[in-house]
């Protein structure tokens, strides 16, 4: 079996060879390693594509070691990793154009609104949970730029720990 | 015998706790440490009662409570108040426990650099001169070659401080996250359980006597603030003041916020983050059944650290005996080193 995988490591030396020394260790072969160095992503992190084979087991193995060591598997067979996120918006959010902020939202790279939950009370201040989901690594951009668009329409913006 | 002779500034809950509970421990400080603690002088916002042979702690709190000022202690009652008082009375160690200014950082401000100068050690539970003036108090009492100690300023009874400094002194720490006020939590854990307006809610709480009759300080978040700015200077090297945190309360969080969240599985939470990069006190979601989820007045704090992971520690973030119980500690910690 082949499997192809996206990391991201950290560019610091010996990262590369701490994530594919145990690959042979587990029962795995590497097919291909392409390691990117010249495209950083936002967070300083280079993304590795590696290419593995080997019975599935093995593969599953290789999988949870790399969990183990804490190296972020971004892609999976051509599948992106995601992360589901929750914040919670108070304000005058239809007033303030809801469709227009979940518009703003989804035109983010790589989030998507995929909950929308508003309570409406009156002439007072409504709120609202967005469900979003995030590629993998982009929590913190996603809360960054979200929070943007709520400071924009003067929206307090209650966000994960 | 050695002796530790104590003036307690601020007589209000924390100073009638400290005085409590110096009744109940200073047999075991002697019998523990060898040293007897003795309260030579105490002193409220007008008033003192002074007496160099030592004061009974239960008839202070007696006179207190029954004529609302110190001057009616029985023969050692006084007149004499504010800073004067350090120089009414022969002291070696001062509790300052007198009400926190986050704008003047008075009375502590001034009389704590007056103990200093006079050569004594400090150990406060005040939070105004500590969050606008961390490095010129820190480092006055350097100069003066005085211990000052603040674990009470943070958390109340919850060990952070010391705990940080000591426990995991191995470590170093790169964040602290945790919920520093008790009576936001309180409000917010009601809020949850009785699905009731915040209005209702903080009403229901200064009933209680949870919140003050001017709840400002604590719902709108800057009695979290200080701390995150004492924990900041004190255990991150971060050199911050008060204007740097950034702070958002819990008076806007509706009934509707708190249902939606539980909904999926959240609850609100008002959070205070002191990392290099972020100095923050908002209100945040936290996963129901995380570290974070501990309802009522109580206090929780993780911190992440390099050697040892994430360390967790809780405890009751305010009362007079629980603040008190870290300002004796503190005191101990003194008796241990110097006597």
């Given at each position: 079996?082949?499997?192809?995988?996206?990391?991201?490591?950290?560019?610091?030396?010996?990262?590369?060879?701490?994530?594919?020394?145990?690959?042979?260790?587990?029962g795995a072969n590497l097919v291909t390693v392409i390691h990117k160095r010249d495209?950083?992503?936002?967070?300083?992190?280079?993304?590795?594509?590696?290419?593995?084979?080997?019975?599935?087991?093995?593969?599953?193995?290789?999988?949870?070691?790399?969990?183990?060591?804490?190296?972020?598997?971004?892609?999976?067979?051509?599948?992106?990793?995601?992360?589901?996120?929750?914040?919670?918006?108070?304000?005058?959010?239809?007033?303030?154009?809801?469709?227009?902020?979940?518009?703003?939202?989804?035109?983010?790279?790589?989030?998507?609104?995929?909950?929308?939950?508003?309570?409406?009370?009156?002439?007072?201040?409504?709120?609202?949970?967005?469900?979003?989901?995030?590629?993998?690594?982009?929590?913190?951009?996603?809360?960054?730029?979200?929070?943007?668009?709520?400071?924009?329409?003067?929206?307090?913006?209650?966000?994960?720990? | 015998?050695?002796?530790?002779?104590?003036?307690?500034?601020?007589?209000?809950?924390?100073?009638?706790?400290?005085?409590?509970?110096?009744?109940?421990?200073?047999?075991?400080?002697?019998?523990?440490?060898?040293?007897?603690?003795?309260?030579?002088?105490?002193?409220?916002?007008?008033?003192?009662?002074?007496?160099?042979?030592?004061?009974?702690?239960?008839?202070?709190?007696?006179?207190?409570?029954?004529?609302?000022?110190?001057?009616?202690?029985?023969?050692?009652?006084?007149?004499?108040?504010?800073?004067?008082?350090?120089?009414?009375?022969?002291?070696?160690?001062?509790?300052?426990?007198?009400?926190?200014?986050?704008?003047?950082?008075?009375?502590?401000?001034?009389?704590?650099?007056?103990?200093?100068?006079?050569?004594?050690?400090?150990?406060?539970?005040?939070?105004?001169?500590?969050?606008?003036?961390?490095?010129?108090?820190?480092?006055?009492?350097?100069?003066?070659?005085?211990?000052?100690?603040?674990?009470?300023?943070?958390?109340?009874?919850?060990?952070?401080?010391?705990?940080?400094?000591?426990?995991?002194?191995?470590?170093?720490?790169?964040?602290?996250?945790?919920?520093?006020?008790?009576?936001?939590?309180?409000?917010?854990?009601?809020?949850?359980?009785?699905?009731?307006?915040?209005?209702?809610?903080?009403?229901?709480?200064?009933?209680?006597?949870?919140?003050?009759?001017?709840?400002?300080?604590?719902?709108?978040?800057?009695?979290?603030?200080?701390?995150?700015?004492?924990?900041?200077?004190?255990?991150?090297?971060?050199?911050?003041?008060?204007?740097?945190?950034?702070?958002?309360?819990?008076?806007?969080?509706?009934?509707?916020?708190?249902?939606?969240?539980?909904?999926?599985?959240?609850?609100?939470?008002?959070?205070?983050?002191?990392?290099?990069?972020?100095?923050?006190?908002?209100?945040?979601?936290?996963?129901?059944?995380?570290?974070?989820?501990?309802?009522?007045?109580?206090?929780?704090?993780?911190?992440?650290?390099?050697?040892?992971?994430?360390?967790?520690?809780?405890?009751?973030?305010?009362?007079?005996?629980?603040?008190?119980?870290?300002?004796?500690?503190?005191?101990?910690?003194?008796?241990?080193?110097?006597?």
């Amino acid at each position: 079996m082949r499997m192809n995988l996206v990391l991201e490591l950290l560019d610091v030396p010996g990262q590369l060879v701490s994530v594919l020394e145990p690959i042979s260790g587990l029962g795995a072969n590497l097919v291909t390693v392409i390691h990117k160095r010249d495209s950083k992503n936002e967070n300083g992190k280079i993304p590795v594509q590696l290419t593995l084979e080997g019975e599935q087991e093995n593969l599953n193995r290789v999988i949870d070691r790399f969990n183990e060591l804490g190296v972020d598997i971004i892609e999976k067979d051509g599948v992106i990793n995601k992360e589901f996120i929750s914040t919670i918006l108070i304000g005058h959010i239809v007033d303030k154009d809801v469709r227009d902020t979940t518009d703003k939202i989804n035109a983010l790279d790589g989030i998507y609104v995929v909950g929308f939950d508003i309570k409406l009370d009156g002439e007072d201040k409504s709120t609202a949970l967005i469900n979003l989901e995030v590629a993998y690594g982009k929590k913190q951009f996603a809360f960054d730029e979200v929070k943007k668009i709520a400071d924009e329409k003067d929206l307090l913006m209650i966000n994960e720990v | 015998m050695k002796e530790c002779k104590i003036i307690i500034m601020g007589f209000g809950s924390v100073g009638q706790g400290i005085a409590q509970s110096i009744a109940l421990k200073k047999a075991m400080i002697k019998d523990k440490y060898g040293v007897e603690l003795k309260v030579v002088a105490a002193a409220d916002s007008s008033s003192s009662a002074i007496n160099q042979d030592g004061l009974e702690e239960m008839l202070l709190i007696h006179s207190k409570n029954s004529e609302g000022k110190l001057s009616s202690y029985p023969d050692y009652g006084s007149e004499v108040s504010g800073l004067d008082v350090l120089d009414a009375v022969e002291y070696d160690l001062l509790m300052e426990a007198t009400p926190t200014n986050i704008e003047t950082a008075e009375p502590a401000l001034s009389l704590t650099h007056k103990a200093f100068k006079q050569g004594k050690d400090v150990v406060t539970s005040n939070k105004g001169h500590l969050a606008i003036k961390f490095k010129e108090i820190t480092k006055a009492a350097e100069d003066n070659g005085v211990e000052f100690k603040y674990e009470a300023s943070v958390g109340g009874a919850m060990p952070i401080i010391n705990f940080s400094r000591e426990t995991l002194s191995s470590c170093g720490i790169k964040s602290i996250i945790g919920i520093l006020n008790g009576t936001t939590n309180y409000i917010l854990s009601r809020m949850t359980s009785e699905g009731s307006t915040y209005d209702i809610t903080l009403k229901e709480s200064q009933e209680l006597g949870i919140a003050e009759t001017d709840p400002t300080q604590d719902v709108e978040g800057i009695d979290a603030a200080c701390k995150t700015v004492i924990l900041a200077n004190s255990l991150l090297g971060i050199d911050a003041t008060y204007d740097d945190v950034e702070v958002n309360g819990i008076s806007n969080i509706t009934s509707h916020a708190i249902n939606l969240a539980d909904k999926d599985g959240y609850l609100i939470k008002l959070i205070a983050e002191v990392s290099p990069n972020t100095l923050k006190v908002s209100p945040r979601l936290v996963k129901k059944g995380s570290t974070y989820d501990v309802s009522g007045t109580l206090n929780m704090a993780t911190i992440k650290t390099d050697l040892a992971g994430d360390v967790t520690v809780m405890g009751l973030g305010a009362g007079s005996l629980e603040t008190a119980s870290a300002m004796l500690t503190d005191v101990i910690s003194i008796l241990k080193d110097k006597y």
